[in-house]
């Protein structure tokens, strides 16, 4: 029974770089979310995705960052041309609708 | 917008004694999220509170929700070493949904031996 999983764990990038990250949500939930956390900072929402649509981008930077989640595959979280400042924690949640959110174990971009 | 204030962030206890983790929140949301994190890990669900006047009790973890007042609470009772962590509580901008969670601060619980 996988909960949701992220992958990478960790991920390095230099400035200038893209950044992509994955999440495979719990088998069954339609709902993703992508919340970032900086250091001892709670978790700030980004985006909520269902299959192939954005419901609400409104935690989202309007530039560099993007979000999908296929018919196919992972949620896939896009960051071009990373800056120090991306550097944080990216956690995905998942849920089935109106329901509590699963959390995956997150992925921890440094830029350097 | 919601606004989630947890107060205290930070708390040093012994080992033993008693306290309570207070969330204030903004709007009329009617559910509230407890979650626990470890250092470098992720965010482990705690108490899931979904009416006003909910309690809920896991081990020496009591959390409640009073909707009127927007205040839920995370009653600790005797508290050992490894209750050490950050929580969290959170819960959705407005009544009736589940999509996205605005999340307090965190308090910092250390429990010292």
């Known amino acids: 029974n996988a909960g949701v999983m992220q992958n990478p764990r960790h991920l390095v990038r230099r400035r200038g770089q893209e950044a992509r990250l994955r999440c495979s949500p719990v088998?069954?939930?339609?709902?993703v979310y992508w919340y970032r956390q900086l250091p001892e900072e709670g978790l700030k929402f980004m985006v909520y995705?269902?299959?192939?649509?954005?419901?609400?981008e409104s935690g989202m930077p309007k530039e560099r960052f993007s979000a999908e989640f296929p018919k196919e595959g992972p949620s896939i979280l896009r960051i071009q041309q990373v800056v120090r400042g991306d550097s944080a924690a990216y956690f995905c949640a998942s849920s089935l609708i109106d329901n509590e959110q699963f959390f995956g174990p997150g992925t921890r971009l440094t830029v350097l | 917008e919601l606004k989630v204030e947890q107060n205290p962030l930070f708390l040093s206890m012994q080992e033993g004694k008693n306290y309570t983790i207070y969330c204030n929140y903004s709007t009329t949301s009617d559910r509230l999220y407890w979650y626990r994190q470890d250092p470098g890990k992720s965010l482990e669900s705690l108490f899931v509170?979904?009416?006003?006047?909910a309690v809920k009790q896991e081990g020496r973890l009591m959390a409640s929700l009073d909707t009127k007042a927007r205040l839920s609470t995370l009653h600790i009772t005797a508290a050992v070493h490894d209750l050490s962590a950050t929580y969290f509580c959170?819960?959705?901008?407005?009544?009736?949904?589940?999509?996205?969670?605005?999340f307090g601060k965190g308090t910092k619980l250390t429990v010292n031996p």
């Open positions: 088998k069954g939930h339609s709902h």
């Open positions: 509170l979904l009416s006003n006047g």
């Open positions: 959170a819960g959705p901008p407005s009544a009736g949904g589940s999509e996205k969670l605005v």
């Open positions: 995705l269902q299959k192939e649509n954005i419901i609400d």
